[in-house]
């Protein structure tokens, strides 16, 4: 199943802890994985059908996902960040404000 840990997340409204609380398996026979272990207590094991229907919403959770993951890359390092705020601060610019700015526009969520 595709996005199934996605799908985990928005049927809980949280994320599980995919080590001990639930577990999922893929056998490698193409089918893909699946619910090996529920363990969370505060709802009962989802049905397919009902993981099926959370489906779009996974398929943009997996996208903003990589999104993040291309921004956080785009967004330099702590340091740079923190030299640009240092300069925008002594020269009045907004180096950082514009840099921050096309990030996100070159890299938009959905």
């Given at each position: 199943?595709?996005?199934?840990?996605?799908?985990?997340?928005?049927?809980?409204?949280?994320?599980?802890?995919?080590?001990?609380?639930?577990?999922?398996?893929?056998?490698?026979?193409?089918?893909?994985?699946?619910?090996?272990?529920w363990?969370?207590?505060?709802?009962?094991?989802?049905?397919?059908?009902?993981?099926?229907?959370l489906?779009?919403?996974a398929?943009?959770?997996?996208?903003?996902?990589?999104?993040?993951?291309?921004?956080?890359?785009?967004?330099?390092?702590?340091?740079?960040?923190?030299?640009?705020?240092?300069?925008?601060?002594?020269?009045?610019?907004?180096?950082?404000?514009?840099?921050?700015?096309?990030?996100?526009?070159?890299?938009?969520?959905?």
């Amino acid at each position: 199943m595709e996005n199934l840990d996605k799908k985990i997340i928005l049927y809980l409204g949280r994320t599980p802890d995919f080590i001990e609380e639930i577990k999922l398996q893929d056998d490698g026979t193409g089918a893909g994985p699946y619910i090996k272990h529920w363990g969370a207590s505060d709802k009962v094991k989802p049905t397919d059908s009902q993981l099926n229907a959370l489906a779009t919403e996974a398929t943009k959770l997996e996208n903003n996902a990589k999104v993040d993951k291309k921004r956080k890359l785009e967004y330099l390092s702590w340091k740079e960040q923190m030299e640009m705020i240092y300069k925008d601060q002594k020269n009045g610019t907004t180096t950082f404000k514009d840099h921050c700015d096309k990030v996100r526009s070159d890299n938009p969520k959905e």
